[in-house]
């Protein structure tokens, strides 16, 4: 007896965990720096440092470095940075000897409370989510050579984007201060995000292509606040816990962990170059599809034989939809502007349900920026909420999984002096359900095993039931699929004469 099989690989996701994490801890001003008479505005990014597995918990190690930029009380703009670690326990259902798992850091915020004019309170809250998952290996039977069985076959198919891995990157970039612009005294404040573009795939290496978009914020030789940015291309080769075999459809998703800067003189000996080491994350799904062509039932009218029968559960993307909501709306500052130093736009979801097909989504746009007036080198800062609404049609979703994010932003100083803004905010909805497969994992002869042929010949008569069919009728008593049909034809009704040739 001979068996062909197949079988199929993916990442199974076990489950998703998202916990809070909070921190708090002080920062004083150096003696070097003045008083803070105003605090104008603050930033923060928080990285994942290590993850410590012991039994079924994980604990990770977090770094999160702010950077406050605030007026002294000699009406001049500095900043003062500091980084705090700290750790987040976790714990899994999974068995982490064979589970693993990938994390990521999303909805930050920093509230900085002036204690006094050299002392700042600065407290985190984030919200820390852990995928666990495992690689889940299906093997089935397709057929079976064997003389005399008789075979029943079945199709199934599903589709869904199917986790590879994560794994670090860092690229090492150059900001130069033009002709024009004064040397760097200080480095207020810092940003960068990053684009990803194509991602090709050999194995288990992933080559990573995108942007990072740099902008910093300093302080002159001549206590002037400038801007520097650039745009810098991002190819990097990462590797990752699967082996993908179909390099097409594989997505990338970056993210910027940390980023490490550093003023350094030029060939004339001035502080003109910045060094900018960013930490990136890159995520990488797949989207694939299963097609089952198997065996579902198989018997022999020769021999007995027995089958292993297996059932489990895979992900199917039931619903999978974008759409995109437009907002455009104005930032009052309160004193005059000449440019805008930094815009940030944060989005929440307040509320997601779904009624006759159509999902009623509301959420919260955050946008804050910086500005700066160069005629007296003042900087201020301006903050807005913007609540949304939209109607989506979506079917049969029931739990969407909604996920926003605000991209595009375009803005520009009116004849007003305020700032006008618009961006797009692009939703994700999608609902990932399950899909039974049972299929046959072995074959093999019975432990009775009794040659058909060397039993006598029989005529049976047979009355069909509820619930027959060919297939089962002829299992029953071992005979061809096709000699039934020829006897008695293709179709059955329940009380029907079946006429069974030994």
């Not at 995928?131 to 093997?139: C, D, L, M, R, T």
């Not at 942007?211 to 910093?216: C, E």
């Not at 910027?256 to 502080?271: F, K, P, Q």
């Not at 307040?350 to 003042?378: H, P, Q």
């Amino acid at each position: 007896m001979e068996l062909i099989k197949e079988s199929k690989i993916y990442n199974k996701n076990l489950s998703t965990i998202s916990v809070p994490i909070y921190t708090e801890t002080d920062v004083i001003v150096p003696d070097v720096k003045p008083d803070i008479a105003k605090i104008i505005h603050s930033n923060v990014r928080t990285s994942i440092e290590s993850a410590n597995v012991n039994g079924n918990k994980v604990t990770f190690e977090l770094l999160a470095e702010a950077s406050v930029i605030y007026l002294g009380d000699d009406d001049k703009v500095r900043s003062v940075q500091t980084s705090h670690n700290f750790r987040q326990t976790v714990e899994a259902k999974e068995n982490l000897d064979e589970a693993k798992f990938s994390s990521n850091i999303k909805g930050q915020h920093l509230e900085c409370i002036l204690i006094n004019s050299r002392k700042l309170g600065l407290r985190l809250s984030a919200q820390l989510e852990v995928n666990f998952y495992a690689k889940e290996v299906i093997e089935y039977v397709t057929d079976i050579v064997e003389e005399g069985t008789q075979k029943k076959r079945k199709t199934m198919s599903t589709c869904f984007n199917n986790f590879l891995g994560a794994d670090g990157l860092v690229t090492k970039n150059i900001l130069e201060v033009p002709v024009g612009k004064p040397s760097v005294s200080e480095i207020l404040d810092i940003e960068a995000t990053a684009e990803p573009g194509e991602a090709k795939a050999a194995g288990n290496k992933v080559l990573v292509k995108g942007d990072l978009s740099v902008r910093a914020l300093y302080l002159g030789d001549d206590e002037t606040i400038n801007i520097l940015e650039n745009v810098f291309p991002i190819s990097e080769i990462v590797s990752i816990d699967s082996d993908i075999e179909n390099e097409s459809d594989v997505f990338s998703k970056l993210s910027v962990d940390r980023l490490h800067c550093l003023v350094s003189t030029d060939s004339d000996g001035e502080n003109r170059v910045i060094s900018v080491d960013a930490y990136l994350k890159a995520y990488f799904t797949q989207k694939v599809t299963f097609d089952f062509e198997r065996l579902d039932d198989v018997f022999s009218v020769k021999k007995d034989i027995a089958v292993t029968r297996m059932v489990t559960s895979l992900p199917k993307t039931r619903v999978e939809k974008e759409d995109v909501i437009t907002i455009s709306d104005v930032l009052n500052p309160d004193c005059p502007i000449t440019n805008v130093a930094d815009l940030k736009i944060s989005t929440t979801v307040m509320s997601d349900e779904v009624l006759d097909g159509k999902l009623s989504l509301r959420g919260e746009a955050n946008v804050s920026a910086l500005y700066l007036n160069t005629a007296d080198n003042s900087m201020g800062s301006a903050y807005k909420a913007i609540p949304f609404e939209k109607m989506i049609y979506v079917g049969e979703c029931e739990a969407p999984d909604v996920r926003l994010e605000a991209v595009k932003p375009i803005y520009n100083i009116n004849i007003a002096g305020e700032i006008e803004f618009s961006f797009n905010i692009k939703v994700d909805i999608t609902e990932v359900g399950e899909a039974e497969f049972d299929y046959l994992t072995d074959i093999d002869y019975a432990e009775c095993e009794e040659e058909r042929d060397n039993r006598p010949y029989a005529l049976r008569i047979y009355y069909a039931k509820d619930g027959d069919s060919i297939w089962s009728i002829a299992k029953k008593y071992r005979v061809s699929v096709g000699t039934l049909v020829c006897e008695n034809g293709e179709s059955l009704a329940a009380g029907q004469k079946i006429i069974i040739q030994g």
